[in-house]
């Protein structure tokens, strides 16, 4: 028995050094589906996950979507214990989450085998480097309409670029601007793509039906905003959802903030967490991160003219808007109309086994934030602010690249559809 229990652990310990992966850090990793019945439900699931910093990867929607959240293996037992002390039912939902890492792995680079090579960075999950080429690329193949600008370097030096688009080179103040960036949350690859199909559609592949969205339109669009926690989650941790800032006076241990918690917008009160390790840390102050700062650049540097500004996150089908305190802009009809022709126009192109897209408050409709990047657009001034949460198909941050196209496609239907209404509003304010 001894002797079979050693061969046993020598067995697992070569297992363990020849499957060594980078997926390894999320090795007895599990993901719980929680049954949120109602509002207390949900509030209690806030409290575990605060208190025992659990990564929530879907919030769920009280009796219509279930939660989800990842646990490692020391506070797994306790999590389910306070579960089920709440009386709130679970369920396992992926037993092993560095495997089901490893397996998407695998699907991704058969599916790109399967593409022989011809696929566009905006059909792919492109690194940084692939990206900047895109963006220059476009830059200088389209110098009529588009100019590239460089915001200036990410924390680890990273250059952080994005395109201006269009007709009248900026001058004719009477178009309004729609803004969009990507890529805040270094976890959430499908961002990415939708903002370079945007700029495709827009520049490389201008269909006529479109053309009035060029010609009455300014576009300014970011498609990659966090690009050293993008390219960490690639290297090192997939599931990474911060920047990459370090700051020994705040800890030594752990890197970045949560840059949708960064903003300057009642800034570290509701929805954030005191501990430098969470992943809403909020950052000491507001903009301490420089990639949030260049967003906040572009938004005071066109306040006037920027109509409809999108923050592009994923998943869950949700088009929110502000605050995250729960109250709510003076022209929210108008907010909530423009997000419902978006998410509307959306559905009309969505897969059967896709939801719906929500629309509504963010606090209402997830739970209450502060600091966040839709809620400083509203604040200083933008008529139409959002964050877009694109579809996870079921699989969260980790959507089969197959869905790419589908996204980009139909997610590009409502941008239009929005650019569209919005700029009804735009005329109207500007005739005032
Ligand atoms: C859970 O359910 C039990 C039995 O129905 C009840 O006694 C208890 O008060 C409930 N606990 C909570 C936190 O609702
Ligand atoms: C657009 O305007 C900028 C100045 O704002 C100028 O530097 C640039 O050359 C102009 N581009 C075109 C294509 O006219
Ligand atoms: C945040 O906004 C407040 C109020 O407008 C302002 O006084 C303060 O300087 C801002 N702080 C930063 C870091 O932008």
Redesign the pocket.
């Given at each position: 028995m001894v002797v079979n229990t050693l061969i046993l652990a020598t067995a697992c310990s070569i297992l363990a050094v020849t499957s060594a992966g980078k997926h390894d850090v999320y090795s007895g990793y599990t993901v719980h589906g929680i049954k949120v019945n109602d509002r207390?439900d949900q509030e209690?699931l806030f409290k575990l996950v605060d208190s025992l910093n659990i990564d929530i990867w879907d919030h769920g929607v009280p009796a219509l979507r279930d939660a989800l959240a990842m646990v490692g293996t020391e506070r797994k037992d306790e999590f389910l214990k306070q579960l089920d002390?709440?009386?709130i039912s679970h369920y396992l939902h992926l037993e092993d989450v560095s495997r089901t890492l490893k397996e998407h792995d695998l699907e991704v680079s058969y599916w790109r085998r399967s593409k022989r090579g011809r696929i566009h960075p905006f059909e792919d999950f492109p690194r940084y480097a692939e990206v900047n080429a895109y963006l220059e690329r476009i830059a200088s193949q389209y110098p009529d309409i588009v100019t590239l600008v460089n915001s200036g370097p990410s924390f680890e030096g990273r250059d952080i670029k994005y395109l201006k688009i269009s007709t009248t080179n900026f001058t004719d103040v009477s178009k309004p601007i729609y803004f969009m960036n990507a890529m805040l949350h270094a976890r959430e690859w499908v961002t990415t793509p939708v903002a370079l199909y945007s700029i495709h559609r827009l520049v490389e592949e201008i269909r006529s039906q479109d053309r009035d969205l060029l010609d009455n339109i300014d576009w300014i669009i970011m498609p990659l905003a966090n690009p050293d926690g993008y390219e960490y989650s690639h290297t090192h941790e997939r599931l990474w959802r911060r920047t990459r800032s370090f700051n020994p006076s705040v800890s030594t241990t752990c890197y970045g903030v949560d840059a949708n918690r960064n903003f300057n917008v009642s800034h570290n009160t509701l929805g954030v967490s005191s501990d430098p390790c969470s992943n809403v840390y909020p950052g000491h102050v507001p903009f301490s991160e420089v990639e949030t700062g260049y967003i906040r650049d572009v938004l005071l540097e066109y306040v006037e003219r920027i109509q409809l500004y999108v923050d592009i996150h994923s998943h869950g089908n949700y088009i929110l808007f502000g605050y995250g305190d729960t109250s709510l802009p003076l022209n929210v009809l108008h907010v909530h109309y423009v997000g419902a022709v978006m998410g509307a126009a959306i559905d009309a192109l969505k897969l059967p086994e896709a939801r719906y897209y929500m629309v509504g408050n963010s606090a209402l409709v997830l739970y209450v934030s502060s600091g966040s990047a839709q809620d400083y657009g509203q604040l200083v001034g933008v008529p139409f602010s959002y964050t877009l949460e694109l579809p996870g198909y079921g699989q969260a941050f980790t959507v089969h690249p197959r869905y790419i196209d589908q996204i980009n496609e139909e997610t590009w239907h409502g941008i239009a559809a929005s650019a569209r209404v919005s700029l009804i509003h735009y005329k109207a304010r500007f005739n005032n």
């Open positions: 207390n209690l002390l709440g009386n």
